[in-house]
């Protein structure tokens, strides 16, 4: 008799779980139960609707330290099913992705759509049943097999049960999960920017910064990279990937806290002295607001240039010490408040999730429960932003239809 496998959730892991295991063993009856009306809902959407499939990225131990948590979890996992599988399982598929600078990878089509398609493709390919509008409740593991309430009191029983559910943003919505004999560590939301209200440094939106550290104060928390003004406060690389670190400790402390913002990592305060010093007699009677000795967009200067409490009128050679002082300070550990945060919208994710040393990373299986496996963001993986959630959940995906494969043959 050919056994059956039931997968929750109709995202990317789900997909790849299923169009795996269906692939690998055509005599497994293959059915995905999402609760929406629609599925890969979050793939459409993503990368502002380009889909970032995957980084190119090609060393493991690199890769995984684009991980907040999850990081040794995902390490062993990639030996299984890395970035190249994804980039060749796609292309093998008639989906060729391209790489962008920063390392990015899209499909060429630059549509998420492309994406989608090909995993529709494959659905129908190996006759695996989707069924929308179907909300699971619970799960009871009974003899061998698993029974699943859903929404309506309709009871479907299955062989194998592989849970890509996705993240969950409170934690009561993991209840169903922990009935099963799971642990969860406590979701928070990761990926977002952050909010400074009315700061009159919002007044400079749209200016970037290629390089700047910022650092969480009272926290080991630092983060250098490109940054962004916003009318609402900082975004950019350097402050999504300062969410992701910090995303339990800022949570903690309800998304109030302050950074120092070093605007020139390459000075330390002595070497931004002696430049000082420099200039000084360099440009003796140039204006200190007309002249930006550091390649700053000039409006930032001039913004650190005000809070430092420097006239405008003021001549380098007249430069008094408090104020440079306070410029030296201004420019390598500038403090702000931040109240809030705002999710970014291009991608964002849920820490916490499945605890990671109940799982195999060799198979995904539950190390609870016989034949129940984790795919996707439900477990506590999560990566900082430019195709690393997406690789986690094919990686993970696939492992788990594989297994399933093997088992059920
Ligand atoms: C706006 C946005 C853009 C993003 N862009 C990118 C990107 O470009 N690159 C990248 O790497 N990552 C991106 N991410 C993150 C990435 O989308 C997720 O990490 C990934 O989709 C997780 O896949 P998943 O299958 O685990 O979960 P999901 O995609 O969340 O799928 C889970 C599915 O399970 C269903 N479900 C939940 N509970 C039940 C239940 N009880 N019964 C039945 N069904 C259920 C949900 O409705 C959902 O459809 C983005 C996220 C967002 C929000």
Redesign the pocket.
């Known amino acids: 008799m050919s056994k059956q496998l039931i997968v929750?959730?109709?995202?990317?892991?789900?997909f790849f779980c299923a169009v795996n295991a269906a692939r690998l063993n055509p005599r497994l009856k293959v059915i995905i139960?999402?609760?929406?009306g629609k599925?890969l809902?979050?793939?459409k959407?993503?990368?502002g609707g380009r889909?970032?499939v995957t980084h190119a990225c090609f060393d493991i131990l690199e890769m995984s330290k684009q991980y907040p948590r999850g990081g040794n979890f995902v390490k062993k996992a990639f030996h299984i099913f890395f970035t190249t599988d994804t980039i060749n399982w796609f292309e093998t598929r008639g989906v060729n992705l391209k790489k962008e600078e920063d390392g990015r990878m899209f499909p060429v089509t630059d549509s998420s759509q492309t994406i989608i398609d090909c995993l529709l493709t494959e659905v129908k390919k190996y006759g695996i049943e989707v069924r929308t509008n179907?909300?699971?409740k619970s799960v009871k593991p009974r003899g061998e097999k698993f029974e699943l309430m859903l929404s309506g009191g309709k009871v479907l029983v299955t062989d194998f049960l592989c849970i890509?559910?996705?993240?969950y943003s409170k934690s009561s919505m993991f209840d169903w999960l922990r009935e099963l004999g799971h642990t969860i560590e406590e979701p928070a939301p990761s990926l977002f920017t952050f909010n400074m209200h009315h700061h009159p440094i919002t007044k400079l939106m749209g200016i970037s910064v290629e390089k700047v550290s910022v650092k969480i104060k009272g926290e080991k928390l630092e983060q250098e990279g490109p940054i962004l003004i916003t009318h609402w406060g900082f975004s950019g690389p350097v402050i999504l990937k300062l969410s992701a670190w910090g995303a339990k400790v800022l949570k903690d402390r309800n998304w109030e806290f302050s950074i120092g913002i070093n605007w020139l990592p390459d000075f330390n305060d002595q070497l931004l002295k002696e430049k000082f010093q420099q200039l000084r007699f360099e440009i003796a009677t140039q204006k200190v607001f007309s002249k930006n000795p550091f390649a700053l967009p000039q409006r930032l200067w001039e913004f650190l240039l005000q809070n430092s409490g420097i006239n405008k009128e003021l001549r380098w050679a007249d430069l008094p010490v408090k104020e440079v002082n306070r410029l030296v300070k201004n420019l390598s550990d500038c403090e702000f408040e931040i109240k809030g945060k705002t999710t970014f919208?291009?991608?964002?994710?849920t820490a916490g999730g499945i605890k990671l040393n109940e799982i195999d990373h060799n198979t995904m299986m539950s190390k609870k429960v016989t034949n129940l496996f984790f795919?996707?963001?439900?477990l506590d993986v999560d990566g900082v932003t430019g195709?690393?959630?997406?690789?986690h959940?094919w990686t993970s995906g696939f492992i788990a239809g594989k297994t399933i494969a093997e088992l059920s043959i």
């Open positions: 929750i959730g109709g995202g990317a892991a789900g139960v999402e609760k929406t599925v809902s979050k793939v959407v993503s990368g889909c970032n179907t909300e699971v890509a559910c996705g993240g919208k291009e991608e964002f994710v795919a996707g963001e439900i195709g690393f959630n997406f690789q959940a």
